[in-house]
């Protein structure tokens, strides 16, 4: 069964074999993870479900394209420290958020602008059409969204690093 620490070493080694630079960001990344997993203070049990998983990732597999199968073992590895126990990178929440606050005051900002830009066409004769009223309130709308999104995924960001979930 591989741990931590074997299997930080092995990263390392590949780390320093290769001259790729998007490959040693995918190392780095794993090896900041476990990094972080090590100043935890892991139940024995903890401990046992991630030297499993360690173990099942098959991270000594030889392949073609090592970053592919690694960034693929990366996000493998971190799904299941989310689902297994609330685990999170950092400014996780935030990430999340704002493009769903980007999704939802598109949506908005479309039909708002549709009708402010009706209004303004209708009131103004053709100085302000409904293109223009559209235009406007989809960047207002994404722009908002965006904001309010990345606030509310701050605050959950917060909340989970006081709670010491984030890696």
Same mark, same amino acid.
């Given at each position: 069964?591989?741990?931590?620490?074997?299997?930080?070493?092995?990263?390392?080694?590949?780390?320093?074999?290769?001259?790729?630079?998007?490959?040693?960001?995918?190392?780095?990344?794993?090896?900041?993870?476990?990094?972080?997993?090590?100043?935890?203070?892991?139940?024995?049990?903890?401990?046992?479900?991630?030297?499993?998983?360690?173990?099942?990732?098959?991270?000594?597999?030889?392949?073609?394209?090592?970053?592919?199968?690694?960034?693929?073992?990366?996000?493998?590895?971190?799904?299941?420290?989310?689902?297994?126990?609330?685990?999170?990178?950092?400014?996780?929440?935030?990430?999340?958020?704002?493009?769903?606050?980007?999704?939802? $005051? *598109?949506?908005? +900002?479309? /039909?708002? &602008? %549709? =009708?402010?830009?009706?209004?303004? #066409?209708? @009131? !103004? $004769? *053709?100085?302000? +059409?409904? /293109?223009? &009223? %559209? =235009?406007?309130?989809?960047?207002? #709308?994404? @722009? !908002? $969204?965006?904001?309010? +999104?990345?606030?509310? &995924?701050?605050?959950?960001?917060?909340?989970?690093?006081?709670?010491?979930?984030?890696?």
């Amino acid at each position: 069964m591989m741990n931590i620490n074997e299997t930080s070493e092995l990263l390392n080694t590949l780390l320093s074999q290769t001259d790729k630079k998007s490959e040693k960001k995918v190392y780095t990344c794993f090896i900041r993870t476990l990094s972080s997993l090590k100043k935890k203070d892991l139940t024995k049990n903890q401990s046992q479900l991630i030297q499993e998983k360690l173990s099942s990732l098959n991270l000594k597999a030889t392949t073609e394209n090592r970053k592919k199968y690694y960034k693929q073992k990366l996000s493998e590895f971190k799904a299941f420290l989310k689902n297994e126990f609330s685990f999170t990178s950092a400014k996780y929440y935030t990430e999340i958020w704002m493009v769903y606050g980007m999704i939802f $005051g *598109t949506g908005l +900002g479309l /039909a708002l &602008g %549709t =009708a402010l830009g009706t209004a303004f #066409g209708v @009131g !103004a $004769g *053709t100085a302000i +059409g409904p /293109a223009m &009223g %559209t =235009a406007i309130g989809l960047s207002a #709308g994404t @722009g !908002a $969204g965006m904001v309010f +999104g990345m606030l509310f &995924g701050a605050r959950k960001d917060a909340e989970a690093q006081s709670q010491g979930r984030v890696l």
